[in-house]
C-alpha cells in the first residue's frame, strides 16, 4: 500500500509543479476521488487533470489482516480435566491419566514414530533393533540395544545402561496382577505367565505374604531368570535382552510407560528393590498407596523433557522444563529439540464440565477435557476445523472464522468403555452390596455368578440411548472384544441387545430363589466427571427398575483413585471401565478382559479363567493369520455365552484447544499429551 500511495503524491507534486512553470493561463485542475465497494474491498480512484489531459490512478487497500491469537503467556501450557493419576511409578502404573505423566518425565528406549502406532524410532536406544543392524537375532529370541551415552537424570546423574536393565527388572519382579507387568512376563518367561510369582507357584500372584515364605532356593532361582533375560554391559553401552519365545509385539511393547527408565540410586534410596536376588519377594506386589507412601509412586526420577515440580492431588499437578535435556536431533521430520519451548505444564483436577468450560472460554485453559456430550457447546466457539485423517488439513469454520478454538475431528479411537460382572465380589465392608443377600435390601457377593442374572443385565441395557446420550452419536458398537478389523473380529457375532421382555425372561430364570418377587438393592458406581459412564450407570438404574420396582439400582460417582481401588478390590457388583490397548493386536484385548487386568477383578472362576487362558495361548503363538482367526472365533462364542463383559462401542471423537496451542499430532496408542511437541504463540 505505500507504494500506491507514493505513486499518487508523486502524480499531485508533478502537477503543481508543472503549473507553476508554466507563463500562460491554463484550465483549473480538477480532482475527482471516488469510492467503490467491490467483492467487499473497499476500492479508491483518483482522477488528476495535468494540462488538459486526465490520468486515473488507482489506490486498493491492502485486504484486512487475519485475526491473530496470541497467549498472554506462550511459556505456561494450563489443562483442566477429569481425575488425577493414582501414581506415576512406570512399574505399577495402569492408566491414563498416571501414564500421559510418565511419558513426559520419563523415557523408553524407543518411542513412536510421532502419530504412527505400529513404527518406532530410537529415543534412550541410539537405534531401532532390527535384523538388518543386527540387533535382533535370526531367532528372534535376543534383541540389543545400544544405549545413549550423556543423558542425565533430572538430578543430574548420568544414565547407564545398568539403569536401564535395573528398570524392567523391577517392573517384572514388583509385578501384581494390577500391574501392565503381564506385557512383559510373557515374552520373557513364557506364554501365558501373567506375573512373575506364577513361577515360584500357580497360587501365590497377588499374595505378598505367601510369596515371602516360599521356598529361598525357588525365589532365588525365578529372579535370576529375570537377570539372566535382561543384561546390562556399561562398558560396551550395550542391554540385551533374551526372550522366551519369538514375539512379533516386543518392541511395540517396550515403547510404552512400562518400558521407562528410571534412575536405580534413586529407586533404591526411595525403597525400592535394591538389585540383590535374594531380597527381590519383600518387593513383590507393592499397592498404590505404599508406593506413594515411599515416594515412589508420587515423586520421579527420569531423563524426560519435563521434571515433577509438584502434585497436589485433587487439584493440580505441575511439570516444568528439564533445562539440561539430552535431545539435539529431532525424533522425527519437524520434530522439537532442545530445551521445550513449554516451561511449565499445569494440569488441573476440573470434574465439573461447566468449570472447565468457563477456563477454556476465558482463555485460562489451553485445552480442557470435553465428554461427547459437550460437543455442540464447544462447537460454538470453534473457528478452524481440521482432519486428522486428512493429514491435518485445517480450514475456517463458515460463519464464525474469528472463533477462539480450534478443533480436530475423525480421532479414531483404539479404545472402548465396557460393562464388566464381578463375579465373587469381596463382601468384607462392602456398601454396594448393601445386606449382601436376597432381601430387597441387598445382592449375595456371588449374584452374578449365575449367567441368567449377568444376561437380564445385557438385555436391560438401552444401548441406542447410551450412543444418542453419552457419545452423541459417535460410535459402533463392537461385536467382540477385540476392536472391528483386527484378526478374529466378526461382523456377524451375536451380541445383546436391547429387549426388556428377555429381560424379565431371564431375570425370571435365575437361579436365585424368590428373586423376582423379593427384589433386590445394589450399587453401581462410577468415575467422577465421567458423564458417559455415569449415563450408563443411570440407564441401567431406569431400565432395570422398569422391568420390576423391586430391581433398585443406585448410582454413585468416586473420585478416579477411590473408584479404581474398588475395583482392584472387587468391590463393585458391576463396573462401567474402560481398556485403552497397549499394542495392536488382538492379545492385547483377549487376555486382560479375561485372564489379566479386569478377569483378575472380577474375580472370574478357575475353570471360565482356564478356558480362556488355552484359546489366547494357541492365539498368540500361532503364525498363521487364518488359523489365528479361527482360535479367536473360540473366544468370541465363549465370551457370548458367558457374558462376562458386555462389550459396547468404539468412538470417533473430537479434540478441542485454543488456536494458539501449536504442534498438535494424534497417536491413538499415547496415554495422553506429549507436551515436548506442543508451544503457544
Avoid at 489365528?628 to 472365533?633: E, G, L, N, P, W
Wanted: glycine share 8%; charged share 20%.
Amino acid at each position: 500500500m505505500r507504494n500506491k500511495l507514493f505513486i499518487l503524491g508523486s502524480l499531485l507534486i508533478v502537477a503543481s509543479m508543472v503549473l507553476g512553470a508554466c507563463a500562460a493561463p491554463a484550465a483549473e485542475p480538477q480532482t475527482i476521488i471516488q469510492t467503490v465497494e467491490v467483492e467487499k474491498e473497499v476500492v479508491k480512484t483518483v482522477e488528476v487533470q495535468v494540462e488538459g489531459e486526465t490520468m486515473i490512478v488507482t489506490a486498493t487497500p491492502e485486504p484486512m489482516m487475519a485475526k491473530e491469537f496470541k497467549s498472554a503467556d506462550p511459556s505456561t501450557y494450563v489443562v483442566a480435566q477429569i481425575g488425577y493419576p493414582e501414581l506415576i511409578d512406570p512399574a505399577l502404573t495402569y492408566e491414563t491419566a498416571g501414564g500421559e505423566i510418565i511419558q513426559n518425565v520419563y523415557e523408553t528406549l524407543i518411542t513412536y514414530d510421532k502419530d504412527n502406532p505400529i513404527e518406532f524410532v530410537p529415543q534412550l536406544a541410539t537405534e531401532v533393533p532390527s535384523l538388518e543392524n543386527g540387533g535382533i537375532t535370526d531367532d528372534g529370541l535376543t534383541y540389543i540395544f545400544k544405549i545413549r551415552q550423556g543423558v542425565k537424570f533430572h538430578d543430574g546423574t548420568e544414565m547407564t545402561p545398568s539403569d536401564v536393565a535395573y528398570s524392567i527388572q523391577r517392573g517384572l519382579l514388583q509385578g501384581g496382577y494390577s500391574s501392565p507387568q503381564w506385557l512383559l512376563t510373557e515374552p520373557f518367561l513364557g506364554v501365558g505367565v501373567s506375573d512373575i510369582a506364577e513361577l515360584v507357584s500357580p497360587d501365590l500372584g497377588d499374595d505378598p505374604e505367601g510369596l515371602q515364605a516360599a521356598d529361598p532356593a525357588l525365589l532365588l532361582e525365578t529372579c535370576q531368570k529375570v537377570t539372566d533375560a535382561i543384561v546390562a554391559d556399561d562398558a560396551a553401552g550395550t542391554v540385551t535382552m533374551h526372550l522366551a519365545s519369538s514375539w512379533g509385539p516386543f518392541l511395540a511393547t517396550l515403547a510404552n510407560g512400562w518400558g521407562s527408565v528410571q534412575s536405580m540410586a534413586w529407586a533404591v534410596s526411595m525403597g525400592a528393590w535394591d538389585g540383590d536376588c535374594a531380597t527381590w519377594q519383600n518387593y513383590y506386589g507393592k499397592t498404590s498407596d505404599q508406593l506413594n507412601e515411599m515416594g515412589l509412586g508420587n515423586q520421579e526420577m527420569g531423563t524426560g523433557p519435563y521434571k515433577l515440580d509438584h502434585w497436589t492431588p485433587g487439584e493440580e499437578l505441575v511439570m516444568t522444563a528439564f533445562e539440561d535435556y539430552w535431545r539435539t536431533e529431532p525424533a522425527w521430520d519437524g520434530g522439537p529439540t532442545g530445551v521445550p519451548a513449554l516451561k511449565t505444564v499445569i494440569i488441573k483436577s476440573v470434574d465439573e464440565f461447566s468449570t472447565r468450560f468457563a477456563m477454556l472460554q476465558a482463555g485460562d485453559a489451553d485445552a480442557v477435557g470435553i465428554p461427547l456430550a459437550n460437543y455442540s457447546q464447544a462447537d460454538e466457539l470453534v473457528g478452524e476445523t481440521c482432519d486428522i485423517l486428512n493429514d491435518y488439513a485445517c480450514q475456517p469454520m463458515e460463519g464464525n472464522p474469528d472463533g477462539q478454538l480450534r478443533r480436530y475431528t475423525n480421532a479414531v479411537g483404539v479404545s472402548r468403555t465396557d460393562v464388566f460382572f464381578t463375579f465373587d465380589i469381596n463382601a468384607e465392608g462392602n456398601n454396594f452390596i448393601g445386606s449382601g443377600q436376597i432381601d430387597g435390601n441387598g445382592i449375595p457377593a456371588d449374584f452374578f455368578n449365575d449367567v441368567h442374572v449377568r444376561k437380564a443385565f445385557a438385555y436391560c441395557f438401552n444401548y441406542d440411548q447410551y450412543l444418542s446420550d453419552a457419545l452423541a452419536g459417535q460410535g459402533v458398537r463392537s461385536n467382540n472384544i477385540m476392536l472391528p478389523g483386527m484378526i478374529g473380529y466378526q461382523d456377524d457375532s451375536p451380541i445383546y441387545t436391547y429387549d426388556p421382555a428377555k429381560c424379565e425372561e431371564e431375570f425370571k430364570a435365575s437361579t436365585w430363589e424368590g428373586l423376582w418377587d423379593t427384589g433386590f438393592r445394589m450399587t453401581i458406581a462410577y468415575n467422577t466427571g465421567n458423564t458417559a459412564r455415569q449415563t450408563a450407570a443411570q440407564i441401567f438404574q431406569a431400565e432395570i427398575g422398569a422391568v420390576n420396582p423391586n430391581f433398585i439400582v443406585e448410582v454413585t460417582g468416586l473420585p478416579w483413585p477411590t473408584f479404581l481401588k474398588n475395583q482392584r478390590a472387587s468391590n463393585l457388583p458391576i463396573f462401567i471401565s474402560g481398556w485403552l490397548e497397549d499394542i495392536h493386536d488382538p492379545h492385547n484385548w483377549v487376555v486382560p478382559y479375561t485372564t489379566g487386568t479386569y478377569g483378575g477383578r472380577q474375580n472370574l472362576p478357575a475353570d471360565l479363567k482356564a478356558q480362556f487362558q488355552d484359546i489366547n495361548s494357541r492365539g498368540v503363538t500361532e503364525s498363521d493369520p487364518a488359523k489365528r482367526a479361527d482360535i479367536y472365533h473360540e473366544f468370541n462364542q465363549l465370551m457370548y455365552d458367558n457374558v462376562s463383559v458386555i462389550p459396547m462401542f468404539v468412538v470417533t471423537g473430537n479434540t478441542y484447544m485454543q488456536r494458539w496451542v501449536e504442534g498438535y499430532y494424534y497417536n491413538p496408542i499415547s496415554s495422553g499429551v506429549y507436551y515436548y511437541a506442543r508451544s503457544k504463540q
